[in-house]
């Protein structure tokens, strides 16, 4: 399988170039030169069908037999026997669990094979890398556990002093391994997201050190998460189904696209956004506006402009890379996308449902499940739960994902039921084990200075 960039610019590429570069040159997102067809033939056990979608667009790169191992390992670091577990709460209503990896997100999913596979292609390479972040809070620990086992990376995570929740700091600056490596910069997650971004941009330093970065543009991130839509699909006898999904860069839903692109019976994607809702705005006007981000229960959902919606948009240009440069350019000085009434009518309309829920709506839905189904929910999961129930229709069925474990989030969780959730045990000393971090000022030097003094140390 080739890889081509959505901004039409970069050469095409096998799938190990598109994984170690993450954004293509002309700064675009790497996406396949086709959706390959699903199997007919498809595996239950989660690993062994991971290891059947990954050889579909990694074959001839990487053998069957380096697949599967990538696999096995990837999900053995899960606690449920199930990997991805379906939980019924209602009549046609489904939670698809995705939080039962080591840092208790969704993202554990695609990381723990992201780090996996990574480690072994630097290494037949003989290559090392410095993976360098920025976090508001579950990436860098997903990030970080993805790769605190691999002897070909050092990782750096930049975030905000102050501004990321207890749970989610102890699970990045507990960590022992010594090519992990986190920053406390005094700033914001945009102050964290520049630096970042500046020592990109800085090409005789990111070439020096070898940098990477493996935020959710990596298209191994969205091709792992396409198998827990297969997945869930199989597992419910697959008559058609609609899934509603928490969103924030669009990552996510956008694999279930993909998924259904490749065969899955998946009947719609309802997207929830919090009271960040560009994407709502989008999907009932045709038009995307950005406006200021505003802090929410959910903050893995607070963004102002969704990334991955390139791959989509990308398509709606029928794989026109140029016209979809044209575009985001236009976006980026206007502040508006407008696409034009076919392209919609094609692609999104008979697809696509939205529904924002804002933090009162959030709390009501958690409360309400705590009671009714006496389960606890984190508020991402909430966001979703709410866009089904303003979605749905007669008769269809709807797999919500739950793409946060209810401990991450306690504060909320407190406030909507009067419930502590408990951590699992294999964090239940999370709060006892002692902390490791670097404290710098919002300096790009002091910054590239620290990530220079990394790769060197081991
Ligand atoms: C990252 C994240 C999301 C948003 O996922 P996208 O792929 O960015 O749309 C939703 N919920 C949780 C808990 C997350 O960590």
């Not at 970069?10 to 994984?19: E, K, L, N, Q, R």
Request: charged letters at 20%.
């Amino acid at each position: 399988m080739k890889y081509e960039s959505t901004r039409g610019a970069s050469p095409t590429i096998g799938f190990t170039d598109a994984m170690l570069a993450g954004l293509a040159t002309d700064g675009g997102l790497y996406v396949p030169k086709s959706w390959a067809p699903l199997p007919a033939e498809r595996s239950s056990n989660y690993a062994s069908l991971a290891a059947e979608i990954v050889s579909l667009y990694a074959g001839g790169e990487l053998s069957e037999d380096e697949i599967r191992r990538l696999c096995d390992q990837a999900y053995s670091t899960f606690r449920h026997g199930a990997v991805v577990p379906l939980v019924q709460y209602d009549q046609d209503a489904w939670l698809l669990e995705l939080f039962h990896g080591p840092t208790l997100a969704f993202k554990d999913v695609a990381l723990q094979l992201l780090g996996q596979m990574f480690d072994l292609v630097l290494a037949k390479k003989s290559q090392r890398l410095t993976i360098v972040g920025a976090t508001s809070g579950d990436t860098g620990s997903a990030a970080i556990d993805g790769v605190r086992n691999c002897s070909n990376i050092d990782i750096v995570i930049l975030y905000p002093r102050g501004r990321v929740s207890d749970v989610q700091r102890r699970q990045m600056t507990t960590v022992e391994s010594a090519n992990v490596h986190t920053v406390a910069i005094d700033g914001t997650f945009d102050d964290c997201q520049d630096l970042v971004k500046a020592m990109f941009n800085d090409a005789p330093f990111r070439e020096r050190h070898n940098l990477s970065a493996v935020n959710s543009i990596n298209w191994v991130r969205v091709m792992a998460q396409v198998v827990y839509y297969i997945h869930a699909c199989d597992s419910l006898g697959g008559q058609p189904i609609s899934f509603s999904v928490p969103t924030g860069n669009f990552g996510n839903v956008l694999a279930g696209w993909i998924a259904k692109q490749m065969g899955a019976p998946i009947d719609r994607l309802i997207v929830g956004s919090n009271s960040n809702d560009i994407l709502t705005r989008f999907f009932d006007t045709q038009k995307m506006t950005a406006t200021s981000v505003t802090p929410t229960l959910s903050p893995s959902m607070d963004i102002q402009v969704s990334s991955n919606f390139e791959r989509l948009l990308f398509e709606m240009n029928n794989r026109d890379g140029g016209a979809t440069a044209e575009q985001l350019a236009r976006f980026r000085q206007t502040g508006t996308l407008a696409v034009e009434p076919d392209q919609y009518a094609k692609w999104i309309a008979p697809v696509f449902a939205a529904a924002s829920v804002d933090d009162a709506g959030t709390l009501d839905v958690m409360a309400r499940m705590h009671k009714e189904c006496n389960m606890l929910v984190d508020p991402h999961t909430a966001v979703g739960i709410g866009a089904t129930e303003k979605c749905r229709r007669e008769g269809e069925t709807v797999v919500t994902l739950a793409t946060a474990h209810p401990a991450k989030f306690p504060d909320a969780v407190r406030k909507a039921t009067g419930e502590h959730p408990q951590l699992p045990d294999h964090l239940a000393d999370l709060f006892q084990l002692p902390e490791r971090t670097v404290q710098l000022p919002n300096d790009l030097a002091a910054v590239q200075s620290f990530v220079a003094s990394v790769g060197t140390s081991g």
